[in-house]
Each structure stands twice: as C-alpha cells, then as structure tokens.
C-alpha cells in the first residue's frame, strides 16, 4: 500500500529534515507514526498525502508514484484527519459533509445519516454551525469528514484529540473496523494507548531518522527485564516479592497462602518511545 525508500526533505539549503527514511505499510494495516514534535512526522504524513512537495527517494502509494500520481482518482481513494479540524465554522456538520463529499463519484460516498450516527453525533448538533461545537463534536465533524468518501487509504493524526474516554473508545472501535473493511490506516498521534491498541506495527522517528520499527508487542519484549511483581497473603500478612520469570516454572517459589495479583514489568510503549526517540511525548 505505501513504500517509501530513501525518503529525505530540506526546507531550503541548510535544513535537512528526513535523512533516508525507509518502510512500507501493508494492505489492511494500521500502521503507527510516532515521534516527538519537531521529528519529522509531519512532513513525512505531508509528502505521503501529496500536500508537500519537492522530496528525494521515492514514495509510491497503491503501487503508484507519489510525485506522478496528479489525477483525482488517484486522491479519491485517501482519506485525511488533520490534527486540527479542517471544517468551514459557518456551517453545519450536515452541510459540511455534503460539501465535501460532493467531491467524489456518488457510488463511493457514503450515507451521511449513517457516518454521523457512527460517530454518535449529537442529533442537537447536526444543522447547528460548527462554531457552536466542543473540541470533541467538532473531531466527530473531522472524522466524519474521513471516512465520508470510503477511503481505501486514510490518515489520522491525533485522532482522538480533545474526546473524553468514551469517546477515544469508540474513534478506536470505528478505526478497528475500518481495518476489518480492509482499510488501509496510517496514524500518527501522542497517545501511546492509542498506539498500543491498535498498531500492528509502529515506527519511531526522532530527528528525521526511523529510530525502531516493530509490533508493540515486540519491541516491549525486547526491552523486558524478565521480572514479575507477585502480591500475596501469608499468614494474614500482604507481601510483595519481585522474581525472575524463569524462576515460575517450576511454580511459586516462597510460601504463600492465596496470590493476590501478578504483575510483568515489561515496559510500556511509552517507556519505548522515551527509549528510542530520547524524548517524551512533549
């Protein structure tokens, strides 16, 4: 779906940005961009959705050539959730969705009624301005405006942004099933949770170079200790004790009356990103 090969990018003569990024995303797979500000993956997401140009090395998406592909058919296929809300604020959810999809052939567009009650959008809302909106309305709005035109590629940056939780669960639950439909998803985002959830697999970007890339699971198995925290009663006293994961085949090596809990101290994808790009999520 996306290769890119030998990506660099200079704003002018003196400031290199990408130095030589190479990795592919699969059909069908969410795959994780993730960097601290200022490391690149904004430009990298502008190059792949065709906003920027003048990029050296090579990025193809659906087989074809970034820098050749100039035709509508081509955009049509790509969907986009900018970081910050790409709406026109004098008008409604409603009339900015049939604004926007009227750039696509009628066959591919979906039902706005049905988008938006995917998104659980306030019925209140739904021909008030987007002025009138929350931050979290108004990233149901952005993300309706995604999947309106039934991407066969999209982009998300940040997008669970300003949603409470039960709003991040369900962005993550429309993001999942945009994957079961064959979606192709490319996200960006802060959120090492998101991340974690939904990748197959994530790259870490620091300073235009590709620092890590692998499943979240892995590159937390790969960092592991090998230690798990057990939490114990014996003889009516709670206990802890800190042991080898080896040290459990042959079961619990200490006297205890009932375990209470069992904790790995595996690190959290966060605890990588801090690792490999030597920056948190600032």
Request: proline residues 4%; aromatic residues 10%.
């Given at each position: 779906?996306?290769?890119?090969?030998?990506?660099?990018?200079?704003?002018?003569?003196?400031?290199?940005?990408?130095?030589?990024?190479?990795?592919?995303?699969?059909?069908?797979?969410?795959?994780?961009?993730?960097?601290?500000?200022?490391?690149?993956?904004?430009?990298?997401?502008?190059?792949?959705?065709?906003?920027?140009?003048?990029?050296?090395?090579?990025?193809?998406?659906?087989?074809?050539?970034?820098?050749?592909?100039?035709?509508?058919?081509?955009?049509?296929?790509?969907?986009?959730?900018?970081?910050?809300?790409?709406?026109?604020?004098?008008?409604?959810?409603?009339?900015?969705?049939?604004?926007?999809?009227?750039?696509?052939?009628?066959?591919?567009?979906?039902?706005?009624?049905?988008?938006?009650?995917?998104?659980?959008?306030?019925?209140?809302?739904?021909?008030?301005?987007?002025?009138?909106?929350?931050?979290?309305?108004?990233?149901?709005?952005?993300?309706?405006?995604?999947?309106?035109?039934?991407?066969?590629?999209?982009?998300?940056d940040e997008p669970t942004s300003g949603l409470?939780?039960?709003?991040?669960?369900?962005?993550?639950?429309?993001?999942?099933?945009?994957?079961?439909?064959?979606?192709?998803?490319?996200?960006?985002?802060?959120?090492?949770?998101?991340?974690?959830?939904?990748?197959?697999?994530?790259?870490?970007?620091?300073?235009?170079?590709?620092?890590?890339?692998?499943?979240?699971?892995?590159?937390?198995?790969?960092?592991?200790?090998?230690?798990?925290?057990?939490?114990?009663?014996?003889?009516?006293?709670?206990?802890?004790?800190?042991?080898?994961?080896?040290?459990?085949?042959?079961?619990?090596?200490?006297?205890?009356?009932?375990?209470?809990?069992?904790?790995?101290?595996?690190?959290?994808?966060?605890?990588?990103?801090?690792?490999?790009?030597?920056?948190?999520?600032?």
């Open positions: 779906m996306i290769e890119v090969k030998d990506l660099t990018y200079s704003y002018g003569k003196d400031k290199q940005v990408l130095h030589g990024l190479n990795f592919s995303v699969e059909d069908g797979e969410i795959f994780g961009f993730l960097g601290p500000n200022g490391s690149g993956k904004s430009t990298t997401q502008k190059i792949l959705t065709g906003i920027l140009k003048g990029h050296a090395g090579k990025v193809s998406l659906f087989g074809q050539d970034i820098s050749a592909a100039h035709t509508q058919e081509f955009f049509w296929k790509i969907g986009v959730l900018f970081e910050f809300p790409y709406l026109y604020a004098n008008l409604s959810a409603v009339d900015n969705l049939k604004y926007f999809s009227s750039f696509y052939p009628k066959e591919q567009v979906r039902s706005i009624e049905e988008v938006l009650d995917e998104l659980e959008f306030k019925p209140d809302f739904l021909k008030k301005p987007v002025s009138s909106y929350s931050k979290g309305m108004r990233q149901r709005a952005s993300m309706a405006r995604a999947l309106i035109s039934n991407p066969k590629l999209l982009f998300l409470d939780p039960s709003g991040a669960v369900l962005f993550r639950k429309i993001i999942e099933e945009e994957r079961r439909k064959g979606t192709t998803v490319f996200l960006t985002t802060h959120n090492m949770l998101d991340a974690d959830l939904l990748c197959d697999r994530v790259a870490f970007i620091s300073d235009g170079n590709i620092m890590a890339l692998d499943t979240p699971k892995s590159l937390k198995e790969q960092n592991s200790n090998h230690r798990v925290v057990i939490d114990y009663l014996y003889q009516e006293r709670r206990e802890e004790q800190t042991i080898e994961t080896s040290e459990l085949e042959e079961g619990i090596p200490f006297a205890h009356d009932e375990i209470i809990s069992v904790h790995s101290q595996e690190p959290t994808l966060e605890d990588m990103f801090i690792k490999y790009t030597g920056r948190g999520l600032s």
